[in-house]
């Protein structure tokens, strides 16, 4: 998704899910995550949706067993 996002232009598509693919890699490999990882990623996957439908998106980009002073929340414009 992020590749066809870059073909595409489609600029906070790519850098959302390359946000994402950087957290998931802590993952790969892994046998198991937590429902609360799950649904982090899941919750990734519906604000692409948003990207896609061309709404502003204000996602996390903290996974779940991280600390609140670790977090930190990007916003993405809307396209023009």
Same mark, same amino acid.
């Given at each position: 998704?992020?590749?066809?996002? +870059? *073909?595409?232009?489609?600029?906070?598509?790519?850098?959302?899910?390359?946000?994402? $693919?950087?957290? %998931?890699?802590? %993952?790969?490999?892994?046998?198991?995550?937590?429902?609360? *990882? *799950?649904? %982090?990623?899941?919750?990734?996957?519906?604000?692409?949706?948003?990207?896609?439908? +061309?709404?502003?998106?204000?996602?996390? %980009?903290?996974?779940? @067993? $991280? @600390?609140?002073? $670790?977090?930190?929340?990007?916003?993405?414009? @809307?396209? $023009?």
């Amino acid at each position: 998704l992020k590749g066809a996002a +870059g *073909v595409l232009d489609l600029k906070n598509l790519q850098s959302h899910m390359h946000q994402l $693919e950087n957290q %998931y890699q802590q %993952y790969k490999g892994r046998d198991q995550i937590s429902k609360e *990882v *799950v649904s %982090y990623f899941l919750s990734g996957i519906d604000s692409a949706r948003q990207i896609l439908d +061309g709404k502003s998106i204000q996602f996390q %980009y903290a996974l779940p @067993t $991280e @600390t609140s002073s $670790e977090k930190s929340e990007k916003s993405l414009p @809307t396209p $023009e």
